[in-house]
Nanobody, 125 residues
Framework: QVQLVESGGGLVQPGGSLRLSCAGS????????MAWFRQAPGKEREGVAS???????TYADSVKGRGTISKDNAKNTLYLQMDSLKPEDTAVYYC???????????????????WGQGTQVTVSS
């Protein structure tokens, strides 16, 4: 079955960087559209960045210029590099996967069926 396992979260100071990883199994990595979402306490889960099988990247305005999504099909791993982190980036970060996401839903929660368990990112001094 499809499994997604995130790692790389932690406590980081404002202005710092983190690289999140999402290891996938149970599917052909190169044939799956994937994305990163995040959910802060008391807020809705929001799309952060997506990458489709054609290599098209999409970013939420909140992370443009600070976030970079990438994936290594040989390692079955999705990444999110986050730089210049701000306290408002504090959230649980989730990776998601779907076969053939509608382009209009690439940063929408209802575009994805498969989810990881999440990894906590806390930005604080």
């Amino acid at each position: 079955q499809v499994q997604l396992v995130e790692s790389g979260g932690g406590l980081v100071q404002p202005g710092g960087s983190l690289r999140l990883s999402c290891a996938g199994s149970g599917f052909t990595f190169s044939r799956i559209d994937m994305a990163w979402f995040r959910q802060a306490p008391g807020k809705e889960r929001e799309g952060v960045a997506s990458i489709n099988t054609g290599g098209v990247l999409t970013y939420a305005d909140s992370v443009k210029g600070r976030g970079t999504i990438s994936k290594d099909n040989a390692k079955n791993t999705l990444y999110l590099q986050m730089d210049s982190l701000k306290p408002e980036d504090t959230a649980v970060y989730y990776c998601a996967a779907e076969s053939g996401v509608w382009f209009s839903r690439r940063l929408q929660r209802n575009g994805y069926t498969y989810w990881g368990q999440g990894t906590q990112v806390t930005v604080s001094s």
